[in-house]
Nanobody, 127 residues
Framework: QVQLVESGGGLVQPGGSLRLSCAAS????????IGWFRQAPGKEREGVSY????????YDVDSVKGRFTISRDNAKKTVYLQMNSLKPEDTAVYFC????????????????????WGRGTQVTVSS
């Protein structure tokens, strides 16, 4: 059974940090790029970060550059999103998703590029 399970969300004060994890099972993560997306109440789901299957390529949305870092450990079948200097506008449900097609700077954030999705983890940034 293919599964992506996100964890690590929670409530954090502005300026704080969280590390999200995306654990994969039921498929060979080594062959899949992973994207992190988020969806705030009343807003569309948007791409946050992407990492290729080998970890050799990564992309971030402009609003998180310099604050978020995506990484992966294929041996542990897990992808991480380290989030620093969090802002209230980062509040959202965060999802990870997997795709097997090569992604580029102009394609990685398209939702229909992804084959499998997790159910999400809530991140709330508030004082």
């Amino acid at each position: 059974q293919v599964q992506l399970v996100e964890s690590g969300g929670g409530l954090v004060q502005p300026g704080g940090s969280l590390r999200l994890s995306c654990a994969a099972s039921g498929f060979a993560l080594d062959y899949y790029g992973i994207g992190w997306f988020r969806q705030a109440p009343g807003k569309e789901r948007e791409g946050v970060s992407y990492i290729s299957s080998s970890g050799g390529s990564a992309y971030d949305v402009d609003s998180v550059k310099g604050r978020f870092t995506i990484s992966r450990d294929n041996a542990k079948k897990t992808v991480y999103l380290q989030m620093n200097s969090l802002k209230p506008e980062d509040t959202a449900v965060y999802f990870c998703a997997a795709n097997r097609r090569r992604q580029y700077a102009s394609t990685w954030y398209h939702l229909d590029e992804y084959e499998f999705w997790g159910r999400g983890t809530q991140v709330t940034v508030s004082s």
